[in-house]
């Protein structure tokens, strides 16, 4: 192994904040696993957790069980995501920024549509995630990734 390599690899190297990231792709995915399992399976002890948002959940129960297969879809986005940032692979990357792309846009919608609160809060946390996603520090920390 080069001292190059061996360098890129050390906790030091990595840039602020690229754990949280990781860690928070790896988060989305079990919070989509845990609404896919409950819509999927209504009325038991798991569906105490909706108290947290349970206007959300009123309105996707509604639409029955079926609901529950794009939260799988999501939550093995999230995951084959989380595992290529961490293995610093560039599909990795464009999975996250794809996902975290796709849920401003869904904010941006919930705000145009009456939300302001909740859609402009989701906007500025996801603008936030993409514009450090996408910065140059994270972008040079995948790219020496690929030359190794």
Not at 4 to 22: L, R, V
Not at 39 to 60: C, K, R, S, Y
Request: net charge positive; no cysteine.
């Amino acid at each position: 192994m080069s001292a190059a390599a061996g360098q890129d690899s050390h906790p030091t190297n990595k840039p602020f904040g690229y754990t949280a990231i990781g860690v928070f792709l790896f988060f989305g995915a079990t919070m989509a696993s845990y609404a896919a399992i409950t819509l999927a399976f209504p009325g038991t002890i798991l569906d105490e957790a909706w108290v947290l948002n349970p206007v959300a959940h009123q309105q996707l129960a509604s639409l029955g069980r079926r609901t529950a297969f794009p939260y799988v879809l999501l939550a093995l986005a999230l995951f084959i995501a989380g595992l290529g940032w961490f293995r610093r692979r560039r599909w990795g990357w464009l999975l996250a920024v794809a996902i975290i792309s796709i849920n401003l846009l869904g904010n941006l919608f919930n705000a145009f549509r009456g939300e302001w609160f909740k859609g402009g809060v989701g906007v500025v946390i996801a603008g936030v995630l993409l514009a450090y996603m996408t910065s140059g520090k994270i972008r040079e920390y995948f790219r020496r990734a690929e030359t190794r």
